[in-house]
């Protein structure tokens, strides 16, 4: 009897102990401040409403991508052009929970003479090669009739520097204007007393475009996770969207765990940036008006309905 007893409870205890190894959620985390919440999720996993939570960080999408796919993260973080292609594409593979960040994109300048967008005709300005960023600013030059690359004394755009290296472009004064996204502008302005934020092209946009936004990154999650698990998905954005909260309200703190926990940025770049990353939470159907008139900027095709959890 003791011995059968003692089974039941070995047998028990082993049940127990396998559940508690099993990740509720395997959510993949992007390097940059974009997943910088993520931080306050790894620092108080014990604590979250979502139990047993486990996490991945990843270098770029083009590491995390392959992992969703495979089925060895659940959730993950795409641009919305990357995930909606991947949606159309993949027969549905990726639903997308929500928006996380909106864009988050400066002029920077030394130029001190800067006062509008009418400005910059005949300057010749860095940018991001083959990056929505700059579709996105050549859409708004185009709503004031600023003509770009061509046409009468039109803005120059300059796609042969490095992304990583367009700060220190402008940092050493080898140009003068450059459309930078967080984290990148603070990392220049942290560097140089003489630059500063000329725009900010969110704010452009808003005013132009009816006050809707441009997103920046989704929170996404694999359709076949979300098929089975469609209240804790619901639970993880809940509880993604509190970390975003605190973050936001908490910058300081949150650049210690975004070091601490290697989310790929020293807390002086995190402290500075979380102020202007542009950190949201909107839920998917919230944001599906804008996420299609940001798409159709792009030239991208647009997810049906089932792409919005």
Known sequence: MNRK????????????????????????????????????????????????????????????????????????????????????????????????????????????????????????????????????????????????????????????????NIANNLITKKTDYAILTESYATVALKNSKELRRAENFQKIYNENEEWSSFPAMLLVARADFVKGNRELVRKTGEVYKSAIQWTVKNPAKAAILAEKHNIGLSEGVVKQSVPNAALIWRDAKAAKADIEKYLTILGRELPDEGFYF
């Open 5 to 164: 007893f003692a089974w039941v409870v070995f047998a028990l205890f082993c049940r127990f102990f396998l559940f508690a190894q099993t990740p509720s959620v395997r959510l993949g985390v992007l390097k940059g401040i974009s997943c910088s919440p993520c931080a306050y999720l790894i620092a108080n996993k014990e604590k979250l409403s979502v139990q047993n939570m486990a996490f991945k960080v990843f270098d770029s999408e083009q590491s995390e991508l392959p992992a969703l796919l495979k089925g060895e993260i659940d959730m993950g973080f795409l641009a919305p052009e990357d995930a909606a292609k991947v949606f159309s594409k993949g027969n549905g593979a990726l639903i997308c929970v929500g928006v996380v960040q909106n864009g988050s994109l400066y002029l920077l300048t030394s130029d001190e003479s800067y006062s509008s967008l009418q400005d910059l005709r005949g300057k010749k300005i860095l940018a991001a090669a083959e990056k929505s960023d700059s579709v996105i600013f050549k859409h708004l030059l185009a709503k004031k009739e600023i003509p770009v690359d061509e046409g009468e004394n039109p803005v120059l755009l300059d796609f042969s520097v490095p992304p990583a």
